[in-house]
């Protein structure tokens, strides 16, 4: 308690320091707290089931004919049928559950609107462990024939957010996708589904598939690959010993499938020889994890330096102010004080200041995570992490905050507790610099900063140069005033025919107002990370043996390149007459013309797509357009075809895409209004520029940028602070020899060049370790990087030259002064 006190005291005595020595560690604390809330939500914490150590996701990596609707990772979808052999053959799992996510329209309060929406087998809930808040959830007997289980469940959070918590929602009718399904419970609160950031809103029995989605024929078909399954293992087993046991029973599966499919040759080999993988799945359902967690990494390795150098700069204020306390040190141990007592009130002080900081941290951290989350465009994924810091955060936080306080404490402590009274008053009445092991000490502290302030502006420098080449990498659209919609009449109950007359009288309908220069709508959004592809033969080219020919593809509506600023290089755009009764017909683009059609005119050629349900008359090549980017700004140039929309027999969504005269944005409330006089149960969705979508496809690159450049200008400070007050406290120390240097006639120059060459030294030493810090990091970091290698040389150079500034400001005050000193007044200095 006296350690305490006095703390206290000499805390309060120099405010100055006290306020620095805090804010310094809450923005280090606060910012390693907000990411790590972003890790833990996302990468690190379990769900909120039972028993998640014992849940498995199932993959199969290898060739899948037919169909695959993932997220990405087609190894990890299966079909239907096999699905249920699996849960009934595989007797390593106590169940299997599998489930699909799709968006829905759900209406059923008098106003139709877009939610997200599961598709889910009956087990779903039981092998979870989620109990219902209301009602009862799925069952084994709700998961029949197709189509026999119109029910469905509402999650917690809908439950609250759309009916606030009414119970009368039991057994009331909601319309989902065109479908009546009846309410039968709610799940339980904290329940948010088994994929972080991805809150579901209603869940519906799998059975139910052929009437919420209407591009799904039947669930019979082994080359439909759409679900996603998870399995618990049986009690005892471990993921290795079940992954063996489950070979046999998978291969059977296999087997029979290729029987089915009718495979043969090499195709039916390798399909016949896959095997079936077990991850662990505690933390849920990885694609946001897998595509998060080197960025999240990354952002938690920049915070962590931030407050090794807060720790760094600290460590040298509390060396310089036991320096200054060398006289009360002196005093105290002539009382009889000994060396644990002395090392005992320096750590209680940086325990004090350490916990000052930590909370204050934990309002920069919640301000920051608030920042970083509500920065998240509308749709992301991040959009519905919790903005709060809980207790896992505040326990994290604790402990950097006990670990940061020990390290900066630890080498002050030790010094006061090093030497005896003996030495202290030499040094006192030493006519040189005091305390020069000291200082000495100081200036490694200092050039340890100056080399992790290299890192993080280096790094800075990577980001800002990838993300110059983002901004700047060729499109091959024209995004200026236009904007974007997208409507799923299929989603309201609309058959084919009936979205595509919706369709097209909705354009029709945009073209007529003012100031539309010109329209057209896509089934695939543009730079919205979604592509379709599909083998294809070419007429006149035989590809290599064994080797497929693979598109990508879009369906697009008359005007759609003239709409987008594509430029049409050969033959003619789509038009309104190429429906489906009509030849059918396509366009392809500059790099598929290249890759299949050198040395010909493919105008006039035609193109047979894919097989078994998906074959479609014969497509003539009416065009070819200039090469674009679809999926991402990231993804280069891949070949491409484009079919009419209006020959499509499964059209169910467009998004449409309008070029004005006027602010394109201007335009939304018109469009909105239009798609309601038409059909008020038909919601709107992803209303924005094209700009601004694909601004939205950058954004953690954006993110990464601009957090990378606020930590590089923070380390640029507190490294910029750490020179200055190595320098301005070695000035002090050498104000005698200062001036018996003045009195016997050196020049001022040399003075400060006395100054300058200790700044020289500490930048050049930090440097060294910096750039070879950061040429180490940016290998971690070249996943995230566009267009730019781990060599390059602007960045290492920028970093320097930023570097160079920080010394100059740094040590240009103190040089001045030492420049100014008084011989007589330096003389006389004690």
């Known amino acids: 308690m006296q350690d305490f006190k006095f703390s206290i005291r000499m805390l309060a005595k120099k405010p100055g320091f006290t306020f620095i020595a805090v804010l310094t560690l809450a923005l280090g604390i606060g910012a390693n707290a907000a990411i790590f809330s972003l890790m833990d939500q996302v990468l690190l914490r379990d769900l909120p089931v039972k028993n998640p150590k ?266 310089a102010q036991g320096e200054a306390r060398r006289k009360e040190i002196a005093v105290r141990l002539a009382l009889g004080a000994g060396r644990w007592r002395l090392a005992r009130q320096f750590l209680t002080e940086s325990l004090l200041l350490g916990a000052a900081g930590g909370l204050a941290g934990l309002a920069v951290g919640e301000w920051t995570l608030k920042i970083l989350v509500g920065s998240v465009p509308a749709g992301e994924s991040l959009a519905h992490l919790k903005t709060s810091l809980d207790g896992r955060v505040w326990l994290f936080a604790s402990v950097v905050t006990l670990l940061t306080s020990i390290l900066f404490g630890l080498a002050p402590s030790i010094r006061a507790s090093r030497g005896g009274l003996e030495g202290i008053l030499r040094d006192q009445n030493s006519t040189t610099s005091p305390g020069r092991t000291g200082v000495q000490f100081r200036k490694w502290l200092v050039a340890f900063q100056v080399g992790l302030t290299v890192v993080l502006l280096a790094g800075a420098g990577l980001f800002i140069e990838s993300l110059m080449h983002l901004n700047s990498s060729a499109l091959g659209i024209r995004p200026d005033h236009v904007v974007q919609f997208a409507v799923g009449p299929g989603d309201s109950g609309y058959t084919s025919a009936q979205t595509l007359s919706f369709v097209n009288r909705l354009r029709d309908s945009i073209s007529a107002l003012p100031g539309v220069r010109s329209v057209s709508a896509a089934e695939i959004p543009v730079f919205e990370d979604d592509d379709s592809s599909g083998n294809v033969t070419i007429e006149g080219y035989q590809p290599p043996p064994d080797v497929e020919v693979e598109l990508y593809r879009n369906q697009v509506g008359p005007d759609y390149f003239s709409t987008m600023g594509i430029p049409l290089l050969a033959g003619r755009e789509f038009q309104a007459s190429d429906t489906s009764d009509r030849p059918h017909v396509a366009i392809i683009n500059q790099e598929a013309a290249r890759l299949y059609f050198a040395g010909r005119n493919p105008i006039g050629l035609h193109i047979v797509g894919g097989g078994g349900k998906d074959v479609r008359p014969n497509m003539e090549i009416v065009g070819v357009v200039a090469n674009s980017k679809d999926a991402d700004v990231r993804t280069g140039v891949r070949p491409f075809l484009y079919i009419p929309y209006m020959q499509d027999p499964r059209l169910e969504s467009a998004t449409f895409y309008v070029r004005t005269q006027q602010d394109p944005s201007s335009l939304v409330t018109t469009l909105k209004e239009m798609v309601q006089q038409i059909d008020t149960n038909i919601p709107i969705y992803d209303a924005r520029t094209l700009q601004e979508q694909i601004d939205n496809s950058v954004y953690s690159d954006r993110l990464l940028t601009y957090f990378s450049i606020s930590l590089a200008v923070l380390a640029a400070l507190l490294a910029a602070i750490g020179l200055y007050g190595v320098l301005a406290f070695l000035v002090v120390g050498r104000t005698r020899e200062i001036g018996i240097r003045i009195a016997l006639g050196a020049p001022r120059a040399s003075i400060s060049w006395l100054v300058l060459r200790e700044v020289v030294e500490m930048c050049l030493a930090g440097a060294v370790f910096g750039l070879l810090a950061a040429y180490i990091g940016a290998h971690l970091i070249q996943s995230l990087l566009y267009g730019v290698g781990v060599t390059s040389a602007p960045a290492y150079l920028a970093a320097a030259g930023v570097l160079g500034i920080i010394g100059l400001l740094a040590s240009w005050l103190p040089a001045h002064r030492a420049a100014k000193v008084d011989p007589i007044v330096a003389l006389r200095y004690e």
């Open 54 to 319: 014992e849940l498995v996701i199932l993959r199969s990596p290898g060739p899948h004919p037919g169909h695959t609707w993932s997220d990405g990772d087609d190894a990890a979808y299966f079909s239907y049928p096999a699905y249920r052999e699996i849960q009934d053959q595989a007797h390593v799992f106590s169940a299997v559950l599998a489930r699909h996510i799709i968006p829905v329209s759900i209406a059923g309060s008098g106003v139709t609107e877009r939610a997200r929406g599961e598709l889910v087998s009956g087990n779903y809930f039981e092998l979870l462990g989620v109990q219902p808040a209301l009602g009862r959830l799925l069952g084994a007997n709700d998961e029949t024939a197709p189509g026999a289980n119109p029910i469905a469940i509402l999650s917690y959070a809908y439950w609250v957010r759309q009916f606030g918590r009414n119970p009368a929602v039991l057994n009331k009718s909601l319309t989902v996708n065109g479908t009546p399904l009846v309410v039968v419970g709610v799940s339980q609160a904290g329940f948010t589904g088994i994929e972080a950031g991805q809150l579901p809103d209603v869940f519906i029995p799998l059975t139910m598939e052929p009437q919420i989605l209407s591009n799904f024929e039947d669930l019979s078909s082994r080359k439909d690959i759409w679900l996603a399954l998870i399995g618990r293992l049986a009690p005892g087993l471990t993921i290795p010993r079940a992954e063996v046991e489950i070979q046999p029973s998978f291969h059977s599966i296999l087997a029979s499938d290729t029987q089915t499919m009718k495979l043969s040759g090499k195709s039916a080999s390798e399909y016949a020889n896959k095997r079936l993988f077990l991850v662990p799945g505690e933390h849920g359902w990885l694609s946001m994890q897998n595509s998060l967690r080197t960025p999240l990494v990354s952002l938690m390795a920049m915070v962590s330096v931030i407050l090794m150098i807060a720790c760094a700069n600290l460590a040298g204020l509390l060396v």
